[in-house]
């Protein structure tokens, strides 16, 4: 499973990216997705998450409101669309996926597969 994370960028306050997450060498569908972020000198944090079949959306209440995921599984591809950008918003996003389809995690252990990361910078 390789996952390729992109979208990312410089945007002011206020400001809209969405992120992609493309999935090789697996059917993504089989897989619970998930969206973390991790700035300078901090611990990686949940952003989102949504399960294999996207019955279900989970998000960190420092987003919920302004971030949006959703998957496109014929197009292996998970999105992250992010609006109403902060300048605490900044971080090395990186998307995950999970085999499991018992649970959608929350959790950086909860996870087996990892993309390399997209830069997310807002400026005040």
């Known amino acids: 499973v390789q996952l390729q994370a992109s979208g990312g960028g410089l945007v002011q306050a206020g400001g809209s990216l969405r992120l992609s997450c493309a999935a090789s060498g697996c059917t993504l569908g089989n897989y619970a997705m998930g969206w973390f972020r991790q700035a300078p000198g901090k611990e990686r944090e949940f952003v989102s998450a949504?399960?294999?079949?996207?019955?279900?959306?989970y998000y960190a209440d420092s987003v919920k409101g302004r971030f949006t995921i959703s998957r496109d599984n014929a197009k292996n591809t998970v999105y992250l669309q992010m609006n109403s950008l902060k300048p605490e918003d900044t971080a090395v996003y990186y998307c995950?996926?999970?085999?499991?389809?018992?649970?959608?995690?929350?959790?950086?252990?909860?996870?087996?597969?990892w993309g390399q990361g997209t830069q997310v910078t807002v400026s005040s």
């Open positions: 949504i399960s294999w079949r996207a019955f279900s959306t």
């Open positions: 995950a996926a999970d085999s499991s389809r018992i649970r959608v995690g929350i959790e950086v252990y909860d996870y087996e597969y």
